[in-house]
Nanobody, 124 residues
Framework: QVQVVQSGGGLVQAGGSLTLSCAAP????????VGWFRQAPGKEREFVGL????????YADDSVKGRFTISRNNAGNTVDLQMNSLKFEDTAVYYC?????????????????WGQGTQVTVSS
């Protein structure tokens, strides 16, 4: 079991950058896959990207690829989501979540441990 705590987020102008962090206080993500999801008002939660436990990353699609970067620190207790060139449509509540095993890594139901969510608002 792992506790997941998020930080970061806030209000930014279009074209700006933000970094969200996902931490495992008192523990480690080293044996966990950590995914990032977002949910805009009136929409379903959608997959953004994933940090595999081996340190490699995967991203949802062209909507975020090249703009968003997921990274882990060497100690394995934080996973960051660096967001650049933000667009109005990136506005959402962002969540990180952890799971030891994944089959359909893009589906939220696969993840057991969730952070509290953090609001990202991009003004146009």
């Amino acid at each position: 079991q792992v506790q997941v705590v998020q930080s970061g987020g806030g209000l930014v102008q279009a074209g700006g950058s933000l970094t969200l962090s996902c931490a495992a206080p008192g523990g480690s993500f080293s044996s966990y896959n950590v995914g990032w999801f977002r949910q805009a008002p009136g929409k379903e939660r959608e997959f953004v990207g994933l940090s595999w436990s081996d340190g490699t990353s995967a991203y949802a699609d062209d909507s975020v690829k090249g703009r968003f970067t997921i990274s882990r620190n060497n100690a394995g207790n934080t996973v960051d989501l660096q967001m650049n060139s933000l667009k109005f449509e990136d506005t959402a509540v962002y969540y990180c979540a952890a799971a030891r095993r994944l089959r359909r890594f893009y589906e939220a139901i696969e993840y057991l441990y969730w952070g509290q969510g953090t609001q990202v608002t991009v003004s146009s």
